[in-house]
């Protein structure tokens, strides 16, 4: 938000040279303003949805025997982990 301030102010102090050469289009001052815009933006969805806290892992119930078990392997059984990268035999004639 600092920048988008600062841009913004070099936007508002403009000369009409600078305004002659960009063809009359303030650049500075739509940038430092839509800097300052999501800026805003970020600190209100900051403010909405806050991260949630840490949790304590001591706190957590103990693993069971499948602790070692990548989530989700199940459904990998007797494929490579790179099995989606073979070419489908299906479609082949």
């Excluded at 001052?29 to 304590?56: E, I, Q, S």
Aim: proline share 9%.
């Amino acid at each position: 938000m600092i920048y988008g301030v600062i841009v913004t102010i070099v936007g508002f102090t403009v000369s009409d040279a600078d305004l002659d050469k960009a063809e009359g289009v303030d650049i500075n001052l739509r940038t430092g303003l839509g800097m300052l815009a999501l800026g805003v933006f970020f600190l209100v969805w900051l403010k909405l949805r806050p991260t949630p806290p840490p949790v304590d892992t001591e706190q957590l119930p103990p693993e069971t025997d499948k602790g070692t078990e990548r989530p989700g392997s199940h459904l990998m059984q007797g494929r490579s982990s790179l099995g989606w990268l073979r070419p489908c035999t299906a479609i082949r004639g």
